[in-house]
């Protein structure tokens, strides 16, 4: 029961506030945003307008599966702070009206949580509730099948009730699928039409849409950003739109709710887009992935749709299997992995990203060249053996990509990747066409011997014959390097160690996209070797930087004291 004049979200808030040990970082940040919400003068909390939304919540949704099927959906607490929040923080728009301050959410729970009715009770008060005129309301999801996790549940909702049904048409797809509901009415004598459209991969119906509501259900299995983006776009004109993205993580580097995530921890970090709620349960960093206090502190239905005897038995198979250990991490304890297949984890890598790899002018640095044709990427790999300032070996690596720029905005979104920004950056160069201009690449081999002190080039074979023909006549010393396991495996281990004690870095983010796609094989003897085949997304940057250290891996000596006295006078002889 959702009673007159209480605010919920204060409840929860000073829950968390009690008892800061049990609640992750990111849901203390989440709450520290609200407290700071309260002092402010040009937003305000209308707990009459919160509860009203989870009022007709919990009159209106009911379970429809396990063993609370046909009951009131009653929430959680954590529940009526997420409603409370995206429904009660209200300002003043530029035309003096009354609006939601909220344009978009980010809601990610592991699974069994709640999770779809949390969506379909937001879809409902969207479409039944909050009283808006034609209403046009959308479920997506990574496939029309997939949408249908959430648009069964609302289809349901519907039927349990006169009220909602009596105005409403369900239309049925195939095999019983839900495709859209329609519900008609008359408001001030006039007709109206609220319609509700489960989306297939025909994105362009899109353009010319004015969606009021936007459910994207599971957004880590959403590989294209084109939905996502053109959606976003078509709310822009709407007082009070709701872009309700709700999922639990996911694998793979590239994913939609990747980005997504990524952009809504800068918002609870910085709490610089009014217009975005960002709930988060995840393990604080350090995390024993084993600890069942970790579990109890992200799985926030604990003890009510999630028990701890179903995570030990997931916990058990997990222990066995780095696929189901995959799996146990991002669905129960809604970590973002690369799975099983994937050589690197987010955590592994992202620290060697740095802002600025420092005065490289003059210092010696070798090659790693792995050249493409059309689609995959090229990469020039500079490898710099050099020393942090108490003499330990410190690997700096800086890279160029070369794409071709046919169809440019086609392959930005197909690899979630912008390479456009990264081109202005200075991180890739575009070569007109739909292939690679190796006069090109050659011209940025050039550019390097000019500025650095270039010792060698390594090179995979494949289709370098020419480039690399012309580089030897340059006076290059170049020595071809195969991908295969008995050759790349010293570099791959090398590389791992390197990464794990924070001895390498770049200033390229594509150096880090290219390490989370790697999947490694390993052949009869168990060496490794890089597997484009197997890597569903781009390795080349990746493949490029082993090429080229498979002699750099040579050169990572620390200095001793003794020679670094010497080093020093030298520089200063």
Same mark, same amino acid.
């Given at each position: 029961?959702?009673? $007159?004049?209480?605010?919920?979200?204060?409840?929860?808030?000073?829950? %968390?506030? $009690?008892?800061?040990?049990?609640?992750?970082?990111?849901?203390?940040?989440?709450?520290?945003?609200?407290?700071?919400?309260?002092?402010?003068?040009? +937003? *305000?909390?209308?707990?009459?307008?919160?509860?009203?939304?989870?009022? *007709?919540?919990?009159?209106?949704?009911?379970?429809?599966?396990?063993?609370?099927?046909?009951?009131?959906?009653? #929430?959680?607490?954590?529940?009526?702070?997420?409603?409370? *929040?995206?429904?009660? *923080?209200?300002? =003043?728009?530029?035309?003096? =009206?009354?609006?939601? &301050?909220? $344009?978009?959410?980010?809601?990610?729970?592991?699974?069994?949580? @709640?999770?779809?009715?949390?969506? %379909? @009770?937001?879809?409902?008060?969207?479409?039944?509730?909050?009283?808006?005129?034609?209403?046009?309301?959308?479920?997506?999801? !990574?496939?029309?099948?997939?949408?249908?996790?959430?648009?069964?549940?609302?289809?349901?909702?519907?039927?349990?009730?006169?009220?909602?049904?009596?105005?409403?048409?369900?239309?049925?797809?195939?095999?019983?699928?839900?495709?859209?509901?329609?519900?008609?009415?008359?408001?001030?004598?006039?007709?109206?039409?609220?319609?509700? +459209?489960?989306?297939?991969?025909?994105?362009?119906?899109? /353009?010319?849409?004015?969606?009021?509501?936007?459910?994207?259900?599971?957004?880590?299995?959403?590989?294209?950003?084109?939905?996502?983006?053109?959606?976003?776009?078509?709310? +822009?004109?709407?007082?009070?739109?709701?872009?309700?993205?709700?999922?639990?993580?996911? =694998?793979?580097?590239?994913?939609?709710?990747?980005?997504?995530?990524?952009?809504?921890?800068?918002?609870?970090?910085?709490?610089?887009?009014?217009?975005?709620?960002?709930?988060?349960?995840?393990?604080?960093?350090?995390?024993?992935?084993?600890?069942?206090?970790?579990?109890?502190? &992200?799985?926030?239905?604990?003890?009510?749709?999630?028990?701890?005897?179903? #995570?030990?038995?997931?916990?058990?198979?997990?222990?066995?299997?780095?696929?189901?250990?995959?799996?146990?991490?991002?669905?129960?304890?809604?970590?973002?992995?690369?799975?099983?297949?994937?050589?690197?984890?987010?955590?592994?890598?992202?620290?060697?990203?740095? /802002?600025?790899?420092?005065?490289?002018?003059?210092?010696?640095?070798?090659?790693?060249?792995?050249?493409?044709?059309?689609?995959?990427?090229?990469?020039?790999?500079?490898?710099?053996?050099?020393?942090?300032?108490?003499?330990?070996?410190?690997?700096?690596?800086?890279?160029?990509?070369?794409?071709?720029?046919?169809?440019?905005?086609?392959?930005?979104?197909?690899?979630?990747?912008?390479?456009?920004?990264?081109?202005?950056?200075?991180?890739?160069?575009?070569?007109?066409?739909?292939?690679?201009?190796?006069?090109?690449?050659?011209?940025?081999?050039?550019?390097?011997?000019?500025?650095?002190?270039?010792?060698?080039?390594?090179?995979?074979?494949?289709?370098?014959?020419?480039?690399?023909?012309?580089?030897?006549?340059? @006076?290059?010393?170049?020595?071809?390097?195969?991908?295969?396991?008995?050759?790349?495996?010293?570099?791959?281990?090398?590389?791992?160690?390197?990464?794990?004690?924070?001895?390498?870095?770049?200033?390229?983010?594509?150096?880090?996209?290219?390490?989370?796609?790697? %999947?490694?094989?390993?052949?009869?003897?168990?060496?490794?070797?890089? !597997?484009? $085949?197997?890597?569903?997304?781009?390795?080349? @940057?990746?493949?490029?930087?082993?090429?080229?250290?498979?002699?750099?891996?040579?050169?990572?000596?620390?200095?001793?004291?003794?020679?670094?006295?010497?080093?020093?006078?030298?520089?200063?002889?």
């Amino acid at each position: 029961m959702i009673e $007159r004049g209480i605010n919920y979200a204060d409840i929860f808030a000073k829950k %968390v506030r $009690r008892s800061p040990s049990k609640f992750p970082t990111t849901i203390k940040q989440m709450v520290d945003r609200y407290y700071k919400w309260k002092k402010r003068k040009d +937003i *305000w909390f209308d707990v009459d307008r919160a509860n009203e939304m989870m009022d *007709w919540v919990e009159t209106f949704v009911r379970h429809t599966k396990g063993n609370l099927a046909g009951q009131p959906f009653i #929430l959680e607490d954590w529940e009526k702070f997420a409603y409370s *929040w995206i429904y009660g *923080w209200v300002h =003043k728009n530029e035309a003096g =009206k009354v609006v939601r &301050v909220t $344009r978009e959410c980010y809601i990610q729970i592991p699974k069994k949580n @709640g999770k779809t009715l949390v969506a %379909v @009770g937001a879809l409902g008060y969207a479409m039944y509730g909050e009283g808006v005129l034609s209403a046009d309301c959308y479920c997506c999801a !990574s496939d029309f099948n997939q949408a249908q996790y959430a648009a069964k549940p609302f289809a349901a909702t519907i039927l349990n009730h006169d009220a909602l049904m009596n105005s409403s048409t369900i239309y049925k797809g195939p095999k019983g699928t839900v495709s859209s509901v329609t519900y008609d009415y008359i408001h001030n004598d006039l007709a109206y039409q609220n319609q509700f +459209i489960v989306m297939s991969k025909n994105i362009q119906s899109i /353009e010319g849409s004015n969606p009021h509501f936007v459910l994207n259900d599971e957004l880590h299995a959403q590989e294209n950003m084109e939905q996502y983006d053109n959606f976003k776009s078509a709310q +822009i004109s709407r007082d009070e739109p709701i872009m309700f993205n709700i999922s639990t993580a996911g =694998k793979g580097s590239s994913s939609v709710g990747m980005r997504v995530y990524r952009e809504a921890k800068e918002v609870l970090k910085n709490d610089d887009n009014d217009s975005n709620f960002v709930m988060i349960y995840e393990p604080n960093k350090g995390y024993d992935w084993a600890d069942r206090k970790v579990w109890s502190m &992200v799985n926030p239905n604990i003890g009510v749709s999630v028990t701890m005897s179903a #995570l030990e038995t997931e916990f058990i198979t997990a222990s066995r299997s780095a696929h189901k250990k995959a799996e146990f991490l991002s669905k129960h304890l809604n970590v973002f992995v690369n799975g099983a297949t994937n050589f690197f984890e987010q955590d592994q890598v992202e620290h060697i990203l740095v /802002e600025n790899l420092g005065d490289l002018i003059g210092e010696p640095c070798y090659l790693g060249l792995d050249l493409s044709k059309t689609t995959d990427l090229t990469c020039v790999s500079l490898n710099f053996p050099t020393h942090d300032e108490e003499g330990k070996a410190l690997l700096k690596v800086k890279q160029m990509y070369f794409i071709p720029n046919a169809d440019i905005e086609a392959r930005e979104k197909e690899d979630n990747v912008p390479y456009t920004e990264l081109v202005e950056r200075g991180f890739v160069q575009f070569c007109d066409g739909k292939m690679i201009d190796q006069d090109q690449v050659l011209d940025y081999i050039v550019e390097c011997m000019d500025l650095y002190d270039v010792q060698q080039l390594n090179y995979d074979p494949a289709m370098s014959q020419k480039l690399i023909e012309k580089c030897e006549n340059l @006076g290059i010393e170049c020595i071809v390097v195969n991908q295969y396991p008995n050759v790349m495996n010293a570099m791959i281990d090398d590389a791992e160690l390197l990464i794990y004690e924070g001895r390498l870095i770049t200033d390229n983010p594509l150096f880090i996209y290219c390490a989370l796609n790697l %999947v490694v094989v390993t052949n009869i003897n168990g060496m490794k070797g890089p !597997s484009k $085949r197997q890597s569903k997304k781009k390795i080349d @940057g990746f493949v490029a930087f082993l090429v080229a250290h498979k002699e750099t891996m040579m050169l990572m000596d620390d200095i001793k004291e003794d020679g670094m006295d010497e080093l020093i006078s030298e520089i200063y002889r």
